[in-house]
């Protein structure tokens, strides 16, 4: 789509130009940006031009660049133990996207989408990723994925603040993993999306997105029990409601989804 209301462009270079003037909005991929009018954007400041390495790999495990595409992540040279590496194509793939939209749209832009049924949200909840934000003030702060997105279309950034990149931590990615989702359709958008990852110490964590407005996390000290999963599922009350889904269907799936997800990744 053509957007009308924009004057300006600039290329970002150096954290300087990542201030925004009124009427200026970040664009990463613009997969989102330019499928609908933006009447209140005038101004577009294009971060892929920052040059950021798409990712690294490192002692403490994976960091993935804001704006490294969706279709860079989709096989990632992992290590022989990263037994969680299969996870970042099958939540690429829960998500409605060609792959034109793998090859344009951003991690990144993912994240601050904020979309129940982001890809990147459930990756990266699932295996404890964390944000790295910069703020205006010239320093950085680090927070969860799952407490980073706030909401439907909601997350923690303030005014003048850039998510930088996203952390992995290697003991996640040598966890084993399990994952679910269901949808109305066999080709539709998510309507819930149940990931289990067990880890070499038993720790147990479930992650539960799409079916909620922001991402649900548990963790366990050992796989647990249906009735502990069940009780933990009972506490959530934002399940949500669009067209792709019922509050209380959605409910009702994810319980069966946490189950098998469970019973898959316990011996």
């Known amino acids: 789509m053509d957007l009308s209301s924009i004057t300006s462009l600039r290329a970002a270079r150096s954290r300087d130009d990542l201030a925004l003037s009124p009427g200026e909005a970040l664009l990463a991929g613009g997969s989102w940006m330019f499928s609908e009018p933006q009447p209140a954007t005038s101004g577009l400041v294009d971060l892929t031009t920052m040059g950021w390495e798409p990712w ?6 994976l960091s993935v660049a804001a704006t490294c595409t969706i279709a860079g992540l989709l096989d990632p040279p992992a290590p022989p133990d990263w037994t969680a590496a299969p996870l970042f194509r099958q939540c690429a793939e829960a998500f409605l996207m060609s792959f034109k939209i793998w090859n344009t749209a951003t991690v990144g832009g993912n994240l601050c989408l904020a979309l129940p049924a982001g890809a990147m949200i459930s990756l990266a909840t699932a295996l404890d990723a964390s944000c790295v934000v910069w703020t205006p003030d010239g320093g950085e702060r680090r927070e969860p994925v799952s407490s980073f997105v706030r909401g439907a279309g909601r997350t923690s950034l303030a005014v003048g603040e850039v998510l930088r990149s996203i952390e992995i931590p290697t003991g996640a990615l040598q966890g084993r993993t399990a994952f679910r989702k269901i949808a109305l359709t066999p080709l539709g958008r998510s309507s819930a999306v149940v990931i289990g990852r067990i880890d070499p110490d038993e720790r147990f964590t479930l ?14 000290d050992r796989p647990p029990t249906d009735d502990e999963v069940q009780d933990v599922l009972r506490t959530i009350e934002d399940w949500y409601a669009d067209a792709h889904g019922a509050p209380q269907w959605r409910a009702a799936v994810t319980h069966q989804l946490a189950h098998e997800v469970c019973e898959e990744l316990t011996p």
């Open 56 to 61: 690294r790999i490192g002692p403490a495990g």
């Open 207 to 220: 992650a539960i997105t799409a079916a909620t407005t922001r991402p649900q996390v548990f963790c366990f």
